[in-house]
């Protein structure tokens, strides 16, 4: 792995597995059972120049939870770059205060340019339409877990994505991802004109996975394993895109769509915020509380992912279990009313 996670293309599946595996041991201190100061004196610098509620907290309480401290900024507005300072005099200013920046900009190709001018670790948040790294490795992370507890294996699973493919960058690092294990099934489901791009398309099907396009849920996916669908990108379209589109609803993953056309071992993911105004027609809430619905089960896998991509970009992980204390204070067994027991 290189000093900086820019893109899953900088991963091997040996370097995936690696971090998968320091995940799961982050989930003491992730579940709020146990104590680390392992990062004590270290600083995170959290730029983020585009909205965000989980990668930016998410990153924040991963690296306080190794014992480090957070500094945060957030919207052009309270940055410097409002007064027209670049990316490269940003980063190498930056990296004179901390030890490992996390950055998210609404422009492909920022945070690699930022990330140039730098040797303190930077990983990617999100950077425009194009990639979300640490958010692939969690939902990766979450298959894993939620398969292992169905008793299901990667290899042969059949996966739908669905959504807005050309926009979301978190299907675009995923696939990348799932496309270095063993050979599955990937069905791809877009509005027409946000399909996935085809690059990625003949880049998993040349890696050996039967891919297939369809224009419509309206189908048997009784072999489905997991259903990951996306929120509709607004702010990424075009003027002359945004003007009439509205998403029907016979791409919303719902209730009924699950119960008639999925089995009762199909999880949903979504990498979340799901739009719940009424014509977003996105992930519908009425399969809240259903044990399917794996998406808080996947918010919360992005603590220890992060903390393991934290744990092995300034190389503490194998610290870790040297400095473990037991919490000192109350913690509920579930986290949320809704939870399922597992
Ligand atoms: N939160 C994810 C992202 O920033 C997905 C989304 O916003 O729809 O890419
Ligand atoms: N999944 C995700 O990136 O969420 P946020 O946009 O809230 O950070």
Same mark, same amino acid.
């Given at each position: ?28 201190? #992730? ?5 680390? &100061? ?23 309480? #991963?690296?306080? &939870? ?40 609404? $422009? ?9 001018? @730098?040797?303190? /670790? ?6 425009? %339409?194009? $990639? ?13 877990? $939620? ?9 042969? #699973?059949?996966?739908?994505? @669905? ?19 063993? %050979? ?7 509005? %027409? ?83 719940? &105004? ?33 744990? @092995? ?18 913690? /509920? ?7 399922? %027991?597992?």
């Amino acid at each position: 792995m290189s000093s900086h996670l820019l893109s899953v293309d900088s991963l091997s599946r040996d370097h995936v597995d690696h971090l998968l595996r320091v995940a799961a041991r982050m989930e003491p201190i #992730a579940q709020r059972r146990q104590v680390t &100061r392992v990062l004590e004196g270290a600083v995170l610098g959290n730029l983020f120049f585009e909205a965000s509620t989980r990668t930016r907290v998410s990153f924040n309480a #991963a690296f306080c &939870r190794l014992g480090g401290s957070v500094c945060d900024t957030t919207g052009f507005t309270f940055s410097s770059m409002a007064k027209g300072e670049s990316l490269y005099d940003t980063s190498r200013v930056m990296s004179g205060y901390c030890d490992a920046i996390v950055m998210r900009h609404p $422009e492909q190709g920022s945070v690699a340019e930022f990330a140039a001018a @730098t040797h303190v /670790p930077v990983i990617n948040g999100g950077d425009g %339409p194009g $990639e979300h790294p640490s958010q692939a490795l969690l939902d990766l992370y979450t298959i894993d877990k $939620e398969f292992t507890r169905l008793g299901k294996s990667l290899a042969g #699973a059949h996966v739908l994505l @669905t959504g807005d493919l050309r926009y979301g960058r978190t299907v675009h690092s995923l696939i990348k991802l799932l496309s270095l294990y063993a %050979p599955m099934r990937l069905t791809l489901v877009a509005p %027409p004109g946000l399909e996935m791009p085809s690059h990625l398309i003949d880049l998993v099907a040349s890696r050996g996975h039967r891919v297939e396009q369809r224009d419509s849920l309206a189908s048997d996916f009784s072999d489905l394993d997991v259903v990951y669908t996306t929120r509709i990108q607004k702010e990424r379209f075009t003027a002359e895109m945004s003007e009439g589109f509205s998403l029907s609803r016979d791409f919303t993953v719902d209730r009924a769509f699950l119960d008639a056309r999925c089995s009762d071992t199909t999880i949903v993911m979504h990498p979340l915020p799901r739009d719940s &105004r009424p014509d977003a027609n996105d992930l519908d809430v009425d399969l809240n509380g259903d044990p399917r619905l794996a998406i808080f089960r996947q918010t919360d896998n992005g603590i220890p992912v992060r903390m393991a991509i934290f744990a @092995t970009l300034l190389q503490v992980e194998e610290l870790i279990e040297k400095d473990l204390r037991p919490v000192r204070w109350f913690v /509920p067994g579930r986290v949320g009313v809704d939870d399922a %027991p597992f």
